[in-house]
């Protein structure tokens, strides 16, 4: 095994070994506690110019299969893991992990002690990382780069992952009932996958679209995608989403969610750490009823930008109360800060789709 370091901007440095590709790769240092998932989770949009540090300590136990992937190829800026399984156990597993992270071009690093990596983001806030083989640079030089490297503040990362052009999701034959628009912030398959099992024809497009083209067509309702970065930079998602509110139904989800929360007059802040993984409790504040979520976030709306005049809070989470959900008093419009098609991750929030189908439904009738 190639021998390889992850050093973080405070000086910080993990010794280890290379598993994927050995090309220096930097990018901000997160983890996710999900206990599986991992091809889900390093092709998620949402992750473009992270480095993931996975807390369970075993990755890689049952390959790499097509099926599963979440957009066209892995989007992580880099892979940490404690042991990485080499020979997968899996009858459908086409590869292993390292062989997918090599052919793809994702450097990767294995004999980390993940949870005092872990330990030592949640104390002093995610920073930027890097993984090199190159273990001769000094340690100084490598800190200086990244310190020039840009931080995720500011950082609109949407232009980077979404579509060029629209296109119709045509993966799963169902009946389908419902025309929905979804802007592609970085959209992952299994949400796409959730709207069209729920009877709706999708059309994916790119996050500068102009309202009016969408509002020219003959849709039910739009969804705004999850996806990375932050939120606030995104401007031409505001406007448009303001332009949308009232004419159309309106989902959001995560940076969806976020980016709905500015056009309805909000502000957003980073968060020290994020939340990512597939435990995370979350409060229906309507039902009281308590989901176990799959979250991927590291900004939050702040609730105090809200108005109340205007905005129901409906769902908070149970960690740190910080905002996961609200709708529009008035217009028939949504929003969770988590992820409710999972992929990885509990299905508890599979209802939120449903309840998008019958706000369409229930549009169409006025």
Known sequence: MTR????????????????????????????????????????????????????????????????????????????????????????????????????????????IDTRALTRRIRNEGAMRGMITTD???????????????????????????????????????????????????????DILRQLVRQGCNVTVYPATTHADEILARDYDGVLLSNGPGDPEPVTYAHENIRQLVGKLPVFGICLGHQLLGIALGG???KLKFGHRGGNHPVKDLRSGRVEITAQNHGFSVDPDSLSENDVEYTHINLNDQTLEGFRHRREPVVAVQYHPESAPGPHDSFYLFDDFVAMMKEWKKE
């Open 4 to 111: 390889a370091r992850l050093v973080l901007e405070d000086g910080t440095v993990y010794e280890g070994e290379s598993f994927g590709a050995t090309a220096d790769a930097i990018g901000e240092v997160v983890f996710n506690t999900s206990l599986t998932g991992y091809q889900e989770i390093a092709t998620d949009p949402s992750y473009r110019f992270q480095i993931v540090v996975m807390t369970y300590p075993h990755i890689g136990n049952y390959g790499v299969e097509d099926l599963v992937r979440q957009s066209d190829a892995p989007q992580v800026a880099g892979f940490v893991v404690r042991d990485a399984v080499e020979e997968p156990s899996n009858a459908r597993a086409e590869m292993s992990l390292g062989d997918y992270f090599a052919r793809t071009r994702i450097s990767a690093i294995s004999g």
């Open 135 to 189: 273990v001769t640079r000094s340690v100084d030089a490598i800190v200086g780069e990244l310190r020039q490297s840009p931080s995720m503040a500011g950082l609109d990362l949407v232009q980077r992952v979404t579509a060029l052009r629209p296109y119709p999701f045509e993966e799963e034959p169902h009946e389908r009932k419902l025309n929905v628009a979804v802007y592609d912030f970085g959209v992952k398959r």
């Open 267 to 269: 502000r957003t802040y």
